[in-house]
Nanobody, 118 residues
Framework: QVQLVESGGGLVQAGGSLTLSCAIS????????MGWYRQAPGKERELVGR???????EYADSVKGRFTISRDNVKNALNLQMNNLKLENTAVYYC????????????WGQGTQVTVSS
């Protein structure tokens, strides 16, 4: 079974930066999506950025130009670089991976807290 472990969250002032990392253990075949999602207090979980099957990257409009998602093949990790953080970016950030047959699956990490202060 696949395991995802997020790290890198913390407390940062508005305008600052953080880099999140999702360590991926176990074998994942035929990946459909690798992405970062977040859930702010009182809101539903939403997409932040993801890498899909053909390697294309997609981002929420609110983070375009500030956040960058990337895959580190050496460390088997999915990273999210967040620049110019804003107060409204405060949330628990989750890593997600899903794959296609014959080894289809869907996995979530436990999340890492990002808190942005004014």
């Amino acid at each position: 079974q696949v395991q995802l472990v997020e790290s890198g969250g913390g407390l940062v002032q508005a305008g600052g930066s953080l880099t999140l990392s999702c360590a991926i253990s176990g074998r994942v075949f035929r990946i459909r999506e690798m992405g970062w999602y977040r859930q702010a207090p009182g809101k539903e979980r939403e997409l932040v950025g993801r890498i899909i099957t053909d390697g294309r990257k997609e981002y929420a409009d609110s983070v375009k130009g500030r956040f960058t998602i990337s895959r580190d093949n050496v460390k088997n990790a999915l990273n999210l670089q967040m620049n110019n953080l804003k107060l409204e970016n405060t949330a628990v950030y989750y890593c997600k991976v899903n794959s296609m047959s014959p080894d289809a699956g869907l996995w979530w990490g436990q999340g890492t807290q990002v808190t942005v202060s004014s």
